[in-house]
């Protein structure tokens, strides 16, 4: 075993406090289920960090441990659970409310336990989410005061819960579309833009700085700004603290990052791509807002520009009409219905269809993600790797990358970029999948 590479990794010792920003169905439904899942009544279907296994060395070596017993994640018996939300309810009201899991089989059996999770007030301003309205907030003259007050929340969690290391993920709604500016470009400019209640200064930001002055890693499971900023990345370097978002990558937007580069890798054309959802919760009422729903469609749009690159195959992907709907319809709850409408073009030009009707659970495949990315950003910060967790692009719609650079989008490049830095870390061979040696060319 090739060892010598090896990161020194700080042990998992101790107990993980798990922050929320947001008490709704992603959050109650990843709470619960963990809850579930370490009684022994419910499997974690969808993690990788509970289910998956790792190819290691030589096919010829058969080496494939899992992942959770190759590096060393925090067990789930150790995590410790809190959420700030504008609505007062508990994780158990808000997992009865939102509706996913059934209540007999697995709300009410563990009743007491979510009763427990009550959310703290929140950083709530309703002109970034215009259709919420929460009760439950801090005050503050500033903003700079209301982050202030997060990172007391922060200290006085860790040591009400007696948590060795928090992890903070954001599964609080999407806010409205903010373009980068001049009061995120550096540390200095933010800070005073918060003191100076700058309308550019999301709450979401205030959330992510908080994390960064209390060394606590945050990943961002929703398409806002937040921490993809240049004043929270220098923050985050700084401070050596773990950062990754944005949008958890769930439904339509996982099939397209699997077909897509199918159609690239085969120079099949595309003509047009229509997307269409369906939605009944609360994300769906927040994102009928336009202003929600423009930040949202721009995280869902990007995917194909970079998969297909249009100006390196302008004959294939020059002139595809590409459209995102997401329509609020109070009837199916978190049941989303997703169709994808996509005509492509092959030999000679002639045209072909392919119709996708995914009749998916939103916070049933976003649940997984959260606790992967709460073991995984925290495995980071233990081995000491801060910035932007690029190699957690595997989980995100938009990812968040280094300036410069693009993101890789597809689901399978994402995925062995995972892997391999886990390799990496534990100093093991990179999986290149050359394999010349086994035909006795090496
Ligand atoms: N498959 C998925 O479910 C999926 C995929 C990608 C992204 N997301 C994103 O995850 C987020 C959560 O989705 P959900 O279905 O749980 O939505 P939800 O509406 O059920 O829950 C969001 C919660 O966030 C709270 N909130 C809003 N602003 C807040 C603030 N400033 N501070 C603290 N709490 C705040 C709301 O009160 C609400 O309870 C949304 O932004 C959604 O777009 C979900």
Redesign the pocket.
């Known amino acids: 075993m090739a060892d010598k590479g090896a990161r020194p990794i700080a042990k998992a010792e101790g107990r993980l406090g798990v922050l929320t920003?947001?008490?709704?169905?992603?959050?109650?439904?990843f709470i619960a289920g963990v809850e579930l899942a370490r009684r022994g009544v419910a499997k974690p279907y969808g993690s990788l960090t509970q289910l998956a296994t790792i190819r290691l060395g030589k096919r010829t070596e058969a080496r494939t441990p899992l992942i959770r017993d190759f590096v060393p994640l925090a067990s789930l018996d150790d995590l410790v659970f809190g959420?700030?939300?504008?609505?007062p309810?508990n994780a158990y009201e808000?997992a009865l409310k939102?509706g996913v899991l059934d209540k007999h089989e697995h709300v009410e059996p563990i009743g007491a336990f979510l009763k427990g999770i009550k959310?703290m007030p929140?950083?709530?301003?309703r002109s970034?989410?215009k259709r919420?309205e929460?009760t439950n907030v801090k005050g503050g003259k500033t903003k700079r005061e209301q982050a202030e007050a997060l990172r007391q929340d922060i200290r006085e969690f860790k040591a009400k819960n007696n948590c060795n290391r928090l992890v903070i993920v954001?599964?609080?709604?999407?806010?409205i579309f903010i373009a980068p500016g001049a009061a995120h470009q550096t540390l200095a400019a933010f800070e005073k833009a918060m003191e100076s209640n700058d309308v550019t200064i999301a709450?979401?930001m205030l959330?992510a700085w908080a994390a960064m002055m209390e060394g606590v890693p945050f990943m961002n499971?929703?398409?806002?700004l937040c921490c993809d900023i240049p004043a929270i990345e220098h923050l985050a370097r700084d401070r050596k603290v773990a950062i990754g978002g944005k949008?958890?990558?769930?439904?339509q937007t996982m099939l397209k990052t699997v077909l897509a580069p199918m159609f690239k890798a085969r120079m099949l054309g595309v003509a047009g791509w229509y997307s269409t959802n369906i939605l009944g919760?609360?994300?769906g009422?927040?994102?009928d807002d336009p202003e929600s729903f423009k930040t949202?469609e721009e995280s869902k749009l990007g995917v194909l520009e970079y998969i297909l690159q249009p100006q390196v195959y302008p004959e294939l992907y020059g002139n595809i009409f590409h459209k995102v709907r997401i329509n609020y319809y109070p009837p199916r709850g978190?049941n989303?219905e997703g169709w994808d409408n996509i005509d492509i073009f092959g030999w000679l030009g002639y045209p072909m269809q392919i119709k996708v009707d995914f009749l998916?659970r939103?916070?049933i495949?976003?649940a997984p993600?959260v606790l992967d990315l709460a073991l995984f950003s925290d495995l980071a910060q233990r081995a000491g790797m801060s910035g932007v967790q690029e190699w957690l692009s595997f989980y995100f719609?938009s990812p968040q990358v280094a300036p410069g650079l693009y993101p890789e989008h597809d689901l399978f490049i994402q995925q062995t970029k995972l892997k391999n830095t886990l390799r990496w870390m534990m100093g093991e061979e990179q999986i290149t999948h050359l394999g010349v040696e086994y035909y006795g060319e090496a």
Do not use: H
């Open positions: 920003v947001g008490l709704g169905a992603v959050a109650s439904t959420a700030w939300d504008p609505i309810d808000a939102c959310p929140a950083v709530f301003d970034y989410v919420l929460g954001w599964c609080a709604s999407t806010e709450p979401s959330y499971g929703a398409p806002n949008d958890f990558k769930t439904g919760n609360r994300d009422e927040v994102l949202k978190d989303k998916c939103d916070s495949l976003a993600l719609k």
